[in-house]
């Protein structure tokens, strides 16, 4: 079935310290990869994506890396502050929809 | 630039009632895609409607219906309401309907069943 599996479920780093978030994918036909940040209360906002004929792509501290062939991505944020706490999810395009995963609660402890 | 609205912001309804949600899309773009978020869940795809056709469903039964208007803002109708449709409903909009283009979301509207 469409599925998308993210791990870790929660994740607490010091302030400076990087965060890996890493997501796997069931359709090897999916292309694209957005990740989103929700803070609580909020919306969810597009953060960075990638798409599959691209293995990585970067944005200041965060990056994305992609392994279409063990279908899955990550998320890499580097020199963590206290305002990157909030959850995070990651999604996969399938039949034309997102698949969302269950996202990362990711604590930034100063 | 005109980003994604939704009203209303929150919402109390009794088991069996109907609701309808609505969603104004980000000026451009002609796709608005619906989600269902739990508490603690990622968003789950209702459906999507491009060009005011429906384009795309998830597993939610007929009950959960919508509509897109040529102005390409959008509706959500629940009908005879269960408990466990307590939830933050969000919608998206996008430039395509194809599922490959960035998705920008409104600030959803939280119904509560009692």
């Known amino acids: 079935g469409e599925n998308v599996e993210q791990h870790p479920s929660t994740l607490s780093v010091q302030e400076g310290d990087s965060a890996v978030i890493k997501c796997t994918y069931s359709d090897s036909a999916s292309n694209y990869f957005p990740w989103y940040k929700q803070e609580l209360g909020k919306r969810p906002q597009l953060i960075i994506d990638i798409r599959s004929n691209v293995g990585e792509k970067k944005d200041q501290r965060i990056a994305v890396t992609l392994n279409k062939t063990a279908k899955h991505f990550s998320l890499h944020i580097t020199e963590t502050q206290p305002e990157d706490s909030a959850v995070y999810f990651c999604a996969a395009s399938m039949g034309g929809k997102l698949i969302f995963g269950q996202g990362t609660e990711l604590s930034v402890k100063p | 630039e005109t980003g994604v609205t939704q009203s209303p912001t929150h919402l109390i309804k009794t088991r069996g009632q109907q609701v309808t949600l609505r969603c104004s899309s980000q000026s451009g773009h002609n796709t608005v895609s619906w989600y269902q978020q739990a508490l603690g869940q990622g968003p789950q795809f209702i459906f999507q409607?491009?060009?005011?056709?429906?384009?795309g469903r998830g597993n939610f039964p007929p009950r959960f219906s919508g509509l897109q208007f040529p102005n390409y803002s959008s509706e959500l109708n629940v009908n005879a309401l269960e408990l466990d449709d307590s939830a933050l409903y969000l919608c998206?909009?996008?430039?395509?309907?194809?599922?490959?283009?960035?998705?920008?979301f409104g600030d959803g509207t939280r119904l509560s069943i009692l």
């Open positions: 409607y491009y060009r005011e056709e429906e384009n």
């Open positions: 998206a909009s996008s430039l395509q309907g194809d599922g490959n283009q960035p998705q920008h």
